[in-house]
């Protein structure tokens, strides 16, 4: 079983400023690991993607995360948040394996981006 | 570019009405999911599909059934609608394993 840890439920940050979005991971076996946005009425979109190779991984607006599998952790940084940065994150897990792809997703963190 | 398109944004039924919430995504995805999104407990899976015909129950099936007859086209049934039943209902398609999923705009649903 997978499970998906996002320690802070709300993140206040003034604009300008870095933030980091943390997420833990537990699972038996070697996983994908992503990171999406969502806006106020919307659905999910993805930022960024971590499948294999190099552990600091890129994604849109500015965004990266670092995958440290020693630590089971997949953080979220932005060296200086924009207001329209203000929205929910959610982290999520996929295993690696055979058979149906199941993701499970953390309870989310509201970013609050303070004029 | 990827499309999900749920057809409903907005959504209010009675109590023990049969509910139809419909999902169509336009890119020759494999697996669809439905999800319900609650505040404080993110996203739940309710069931998924991984092929026409084909279902899987996910962590909260209960209170729910799916239809899949064409590949594209992936509805959630709620058979006798419940006041616990009133969520955000998202739905989400992706190709092969690993590649991530896409979601549709979502449904707010309201049952009084």
């Known amino acids: 079983a997978q499970s998906v840890t996002q320690l802070d439920s709300q993140v206040p940050v003034f604009e300008e400023a870095p933030v980091e979005l943390r997420c833990n991971y537990s699972s038996s076996v070697s996983v994908y690991l992503f990171w999406y946005v969502q806006y106020p009425n919307q659905g999910l979109q993805l930022l960024l993607k971590?499948?294999?190779?190099?552990?600091l991984v890129k994604g849109i607006n500015g965004f990266e995360a670092e995958f440290n599998k020693s630590q089971t952790s997949f953080h979220l940084r932005k060296p200086s948040v924009h207001i329209s940065d203000t929205a929910e994150y959610f982290c999520?897990?996929?295993?690696?394996?055979?058979?149906?792809?199941?993701?499970?997703f953390g309870t989310g963190t509201k970013l609050q981006v303070i004029p | 570019d990827v499309k999900v398109t749920q057809s409903s944004r907005y959504l209010v039924k009675r109590t023990g009405e049969k509910v139809f919430l419909e999902c169509v995504q336009d890119m020759d995805h494999e697996n669809m999911f439905w999800y319900r999104q609650d505040p404080g407990l993110g996203l739940r899976l309710i069931y998924f599909?991984?092929?026409?015909?084909?279902?899987e129950k996910g962590d909260i099936p209960e209170g729910y059934s799916v239809s899949r007859e064409k590949k594209e086209r992936f509805s959630l049934i709620l058979e006798s609608a419940s006041t616990n039943q009133t969520s955000m209902y998202l739905c989400?398609?992706?190709?092969?394993?690993?590649?991530?999923?896409?979601f549709g705009d979502g449904t707010r649903l309201s049952i009084l």
């Open positions: 989400a398609s992706s190709s092969t394993r690993g590649q991530p999923q896409h």
């Open positions: 971590y499948l294999s190779g190099s552990t």
């Open positions: 599909s991984y092929d026409v015909k084909m279902k």
């Open positions: 999520a897990v996929s295993d690696i394996g055979r058979g149906y792809q199941k993701v499970t």
